[in-house]
């Protein structure tokens, strides 16, 4: 079965960073997009960055753009997310997520149990 198992969360303070990594298994990988989402406390799920089954492009939400970087290893079945100069804001569970298919629309058929991120002083 599928299964996505993240980790690499933890405590940052602002302007800091954090590298999320997701182990994914059970279908083959190196065909579908890969994404990121968050949902931080009281909202909704919000999607974060996405890429494409190849790597060879990469998609981000404007708040994350050129602070946030996506990354696969098809050979190992891995996905990342580098996460710099982290704000507050960026307080949420963080999730990998795979795609229904191989470009990046935020509709996802599976994802894991997530990873918490805190940015605080």
């Known amino acids: 079965q599928v299964q996505l198992v993240e980790s690499g969360g933890g405590l940052a303070q602002p302007g800091g960073s954090l590298r999320l990594s997701c182990a994914a298994s059970?279908?083959?990988?190196?065909?579908?997009?890969m994404s990121w989402a968050r949902q931080a406390p009281g909202k909704g799920f919000e999607w974060v960055a996405g890429i494409l089954p190849d790597g060879s492009n990469t998609y981000y939400a404007d708040s994350e753009k050129g602070r946030f970087t996506i990354s696969r290893d098809n050979a190992k079945n891995t996905v990342s997310l580098q996460m710099n100069s982290l704000k507050p804001e960026d307080t949420a569970l963080y999730f990998c997520?795979?795609?229904?298919?191989?470009?990046?629309?935020?509709?996802?058929?599976?994802w894991g149990q997530g990873t918490h991120v805190t940015v605080s002083s």
């Open positions: 997520a795979k795609e229904v298919g191989v470009i990046v629309s935020a509709t996802y058929d599976y």
């Open positions: 059970g279908f083959t990988f190196s065909t579908f997009a």
